[in-house]
């Protein structure tokens, strides 16, 4: 329906992969704010959030973590930049928040993020890796895990190619630029 696009529900759902043509169903529980272009990660049965928007097109300004065990929503601490569309990448117990738009410190309008930062579940804290990103055009990139690394890829550029990077957050961690 018409105006229905943008509405924002809070039940977390759940299929069962048993019986997926039942559909989804509510899983007992919910967000602790509806929020819509956010990057989300998963690491064991800990689902976290960051980012996005909720109605009236206005930021997300907390961030949450879904135990989906135990059916419950809690606050977590938030990255350095509020983004939208950014990636959260789980890799070896981590979460790497790469991409996205951010507006700059001071305020302005959003342009993508270049910045890489690395949050630990087990302490709850935010460290940024980066500043700086190995593309010449960081526009709406995509990462994954890929073998202990970070894998970057964007095709959103003003030639016709891609950009692809490979990250080491573990050299990037101890100060390296390479």
């Known amino acids: 329906r018409k105006g229905d696009e ?7 759902l759940r299929l069962d992969l048993e019986h997926p043509d039942a559909g989804f169903a509510e899983a007992g529980f919910n967000l602790g704010e509806p929020r819509r272009a956010f990057a989300g990660g998963l690491v064991g049965d800990q689902y976290y959030l960051t980012g996005g928007l909720k109605d009236g097109f206005e930021p997300v300004t907390g961030c949450e973590v879904l135990d989906l ?12 930049q509020h983004r939208l569309g950014g990636q959260l990448v789980p890799l070896d117990g981590k979460l790497y928040l790469i991409g996205g738009s951010a507006a700059p410190e001071g305020g302005g309008n959003r342009a993508p993020s270049t910045r890489i930062e690395a ?20 526009k709406q990139l995509v990462a994954f895990p890929y073998r202990g690394r970070l894998l ?27």
């Open 119 to 138: 949050y630990d579940p087990a302490t709850d804290r935010w460290t940024t890796l980066s500043d700086a990103l190995p593309f010449d055009e960081p």
């Open 69 to 80: 065990g135990k059916k419950s929503s809690s606050p977590m601490t938030c990255p350095s």
């Open 6 to 12: 943008f509405k924002l529900p809070a039940a977390v």
């Open 152 to 178: 970057l890829y964007t095709a959103n550029r003003s030639t016709p190619t891609v950009q692809v990077a490979l990250v080491d957050p573990a050299a990037l961690a101890a100060g390296s630029s390479q």
